[in-house]
């Protein structure tokens, strides 16, 4: 095997490229591991309006087309490949694509998460035409529209409020007949008049792809075995998300909810040397822009452990 890298980066959205652009700038020759889909989830939005710096908005692809550019001018490796295995219990450290294995120092973790969906055909093909997972993110294109949110948590919820400041009227869909998010936020949306629940309900289909765009969701009361259909413009799918970490399972702290625990307030995570930046390690914030904010600290991070452990890097 060659000589150890100095780091690794694995994932490729806002907060490994983020890392990847600092590291590399560090002159520590950063290999970064992209993925065999890089671009993270942006890769599924279509405007973005809240990244500083595009006047405009920016469609989600360009955007990580720009994030990529960027790193690889300053000499960060890419290989587009899904890393396997990752090996934290020796030093260096292992990190296995199917056809390579890289020893390094340090590690940057930016798998992300992904937003889990109902499993729909007409979900994915209306993804960014009417069919979203992210209010903050596409909210806005719903001005005065009739929206509908799909599930029953804290993140449901908070989107119906969100979205009730901008659009007409909000539907709650929601499979069970009570709300797993907290007393305040359930408080607050009963409260609301412009929020309506639709209780025991499921999404059976969404409209209408002959359109391209979303017209209406087929829905179904799984008590009362009826189905209708609800005109609407946008459908916010918030059923939850889950951390790409499968790999790391055993190797490094998870919390309850899988994502990876790092010290507050740092990227570091149990393992001395591997940090963790973006999606894969926060469930509050979510954005593209605390997850570049992340991942710069991470890659700070990662050269101040070099510093310390390895003399001259
Ligand atoms: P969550 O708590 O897991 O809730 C997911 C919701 O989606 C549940 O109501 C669930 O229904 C429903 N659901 C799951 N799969 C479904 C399916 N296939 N079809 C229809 N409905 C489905 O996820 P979350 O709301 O994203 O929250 C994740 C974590 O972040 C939680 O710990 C939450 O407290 C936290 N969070 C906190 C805040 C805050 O404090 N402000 C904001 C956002 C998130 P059931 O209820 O029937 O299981």
Redesign the pocket.
């Known amino acids: 095997m060659n000589n150890p890298r100095k780091v690794v980066i694995i994932g490729s959205g806002p907060a490994g490229f983020t890392a990847a652009i600092y590291a590399a700038r560090a002159n520590l020759s950063p290999l970064m591991f992209i993925g065999s889909q890089p671009g993270g989830q942006l890769m599924l939005t279509t405007l973005v309006e809240n990244y500083p710096g595009f006047v405009e908005g920016i469609d989600g692809p360009p955007l990580m087309e720009l994030f990529q550019k960027q790193a690889a001018r300053f000499g960060t490796e890419l290989i587009q490949d899904d890393v396997t295995a990752v090996d934290f219990r020796r030093n260096p450290f292992a990190v296995t694509a199917r056809e390579v294995t890289v020893e390094t120092q340090t590690v940057i973790i930016a798998t992300g998460a992904s937003a ?1 969906l ?1 499993g729909l055909e007409n979900e994915s093909r209306l993804m960014g035409r009417g069919v979203s997972t992210c209010a903050t993110c596409d909210g806005f294109f719903f001005k005065d529209q009739d929206v509908m949110v ?7 919820i ?1 989107e119906a409020l969100y979205l009730s400041r901008l659009g007409r009227k909000v539907d709650v869909v ?3 007949g009570t ?2 998010a ?1 007393k305040i936020l359930q408080e607050r949306a009963f409260k609301n008049p412009k929020i309506n629940f639709m209780w025991n309900t ?1 999404v059976e289909d969404i409209l209408d792809p002959a359109q391209g765009k979303v017209k209406s969701a087929r829905l179904r009361n799984h008590k009362t075995n009826t189905g209708w259909e609800v005109e609407v413009d946008g459908i916010f799918i ?4 889950q951390p790409n970490t499968s790999l790391f399972e055993g190797q490094l702290d998870l919390q309850p ?1 899988k994502y990876i625990k790092v010290k507050p307030g740092t990227t570091q995570t149990s393992v001395p040397g591997v940090f963790a930046a973006g999606d894969v390690q926060d ?1 509050t914030y979510r954005q593209a822009v605390t997850a570049a904010g992340s991942g710069c600290m991470a890659a700070l991070e990662a050269e101040r452990y070099l510093e310390e452990h390895y003399a001259s890097h």
């Open positions: 889990k109902l799909v599930g029953g948590g804290d993140t449901a908070e929601h499979r069970r709300l797993r907290s499921t918030a059923i939850g998300h909810n469930y």
